[in-house]
């Protein structure tokens, strides 16, 4: 079964960072591109970056380009993402997902989510 | 960057009702399209790939539709557990952009 667990959320002040885990077993991690995805509170879904299997290649939205890194150790079966610069625009539940580029081109299994909150 | 713009923004419906959802991306990508259904305080699932694949263990009074710029999410006869909000996704073109969502909740 696969299992994704998020963790490393809290709450931190504007300008801060803030690092985001996500552990996954029940599938070989190295074969699967993964995301992270973000919902503000009562908001809708954000993409906010995916890193291939490899790590060669990484892919973020314009909104967090620059601030936040995308990253995985295959070796830990664990994805990261390394937030700097916080925005209070960045207040969000943060989910991992599989994302599997073909043939579904979508996010096949999701985690319950970190909350990560920006404020003074 | 392509846009996807989900319509309507809520619906109100009753069990047993059909219920019809809109998708329109802004430039044309061909079939690669994905929905979400998201119940309320849990995680997004997967339904539908590839615009109108169905993905495993869901049940087939989803079904989807569409190709280049207009798609579409039908839910045959509602279930009380359709009650959810759902989401369209750009798939396989970065950004991956979401819609805004559709909440389906009771008449």
């Known amino acids: 079964e696969v299992q994704l667990l998020e963790s490393g959320g809290g709450l931190v002040q504007p300008g801060g960072s803030l690092r985001l885990s996500c552990a996954a077993s029940?599938?070989?991690?190295?074969?699967?591109?993964m995301s992270w995805v973000r919902q503000a509170p009562g908001k809708g879904l954000e993409w906010v970056s995916t890193?291939?299997?490899?790590?060669?290649?990484?892919y973020s939205a314009d909104s967090v380009k620059g601030r936040f890194t995308i990253s995985r150790e295959n070796s830990k079966n664990t994805l990261y993402l390394q937030m700097n610069s916080l925005r209070p625009e960045d207040t969000a539940l943060y989910y991992c997902?599989?994302?599997?580029?073909?043939?579904?081109?979508?996010?096949?299994?999701w985690g319950q989510g970190t909350l990560v909150t920006v404020s003074s | 960057d392509i846009q996807m713009t989900q319509s309507p923004s809520s619906v109100s419906a009753s069990v047993g009702d059909r219920v019809t959802i809109t998708c329109r991306a802004s430039?044309?990508?061909?079939?690669?399209l994905a929905w979400y259904q998201q119940n309320p305080g849990k995680a997004p699932k997967l339904l539908i790939y590839?615009?109108?694949s169905l993905q495993s263990g869901v049940p087939s009074r989803f079904s989807g539709s569409g190709s280049g710029t207009d798609f579409t999410l039908t839910i045959s006869s509602l279930q009380p557990e359709d009650f959810a909000t759902y989401y369209c996704?750009?798939?396989?073109?970065?950004?991956?952009?979401f819609g805004g969502g559709t909440k389906v909740d009771i008449k």
């Open positions: 997902a599989t994302y599997l580029v073909a043939p579904t081109g979508a996010h096949d299994h």
């Open positions: 029940g599938f070989t991690f190295s074969s699967y591109a």
């Open positions: 430039q044309g990508i061909g079939t690669w």
């Open positions: 996704q750009l798939a396989n073109s970065f950004p991956l952009t």
């Open positions: 590839t615009a109108s």
């Open positions: 890193i291939t299997g490899s790590g060669g290649s990484r």
